[in-house]
């Protein structure tokens, strides 16, 4: 499956993510750069386009990767430290303060996730996990989980709404560590995300 008009160009993403989260889309940035706080290395894996960098506070160290070409090319305009890379390989993390998956976590895939996870819990010291539920009702009508499927899909192709955590699941999930991050744990309800700091 090739990846949906929503990958195509940063600016088509940019606006998709304005138009899903309106204003709560600056608040969890906000939010997350103040988990993260000052002088400190802030790795983040599927960065798209850097978004996460321009709400650090300017003392912080942004390094960024992803496997969309495109994006990584974007953000080294934009003179970001950005590069290609896959969350499910050793060689594209590097040590950092923190790690940021922002909407991520549903690209990789659930069978996949936890060598991602495990991957992160190795290079950071710190570990923050953005993700939206997926709706209970639409998740049971075909239709919806095959257009969703569509508009979200990367150039990975592993979106699948119907495997995607509901909010019950998905607190369920970060209360555990999704059974893999053992630190000391924080989660917050920022529009709909559910936002987890661990570390």
């Known amino acids: 499956m090739g990846k949906s008009i929503l990958y195509w160009h940063p600016w088509i993403y940019k606006i998709g993510l304005i138009l899903y989260h309106g204003i709560y889309l600056a608040k969890r940035y906000e939010y997350m750069a103040k988990e993260i706080g000052k002088n400190k290395t802030v790795l983040e894996p599927g960065c798209g386009p850097g978004l996460l960098a321009n709400f650090l506070h300017k003392s912080c ?30 060689k594209s993390y590097k040590k950092a303060d923190t790690i ?71 607190l369920k999930d970060m209360k555990k560590g999704f059974g ?7 989660i917050k309800k920022i529009g709909r995300d559910i936002i987890a700091t661990y570390g």
């Open 100 to 170: 940021v998956l922002c909407d991520f976590v549903h690209h990789i895939g659930r069978q996949d996730e936890k060598q991602m996870l495990n991957l992160c819990n190795k290079y950071g010291k710190k570990i923050i996990i953005c993700e939206q539920p997926a709706p209970l009702l639409l998740k049971r009508i075909p239709l919806y989980v095959w257009m969703f499927n569509k508009i979200d899909q990367d150039k990975a192709g592993k979106v699948n709404l119907a495997l995607q955590r509901t909010e019950t699941d998905l």
């Open 61 to 90: 160290k942004y390094i960024g990767f992803d496997i969309d070409p495109m994006f990584v090319k974007y953000a080294k305009k934009k003179e970001l430290h950005v590069y290609e890379g896959n969350a499910l390989k050793a």
């Open 180 to 186: 893999i991050i053992k630190k000391k744990k924080k």
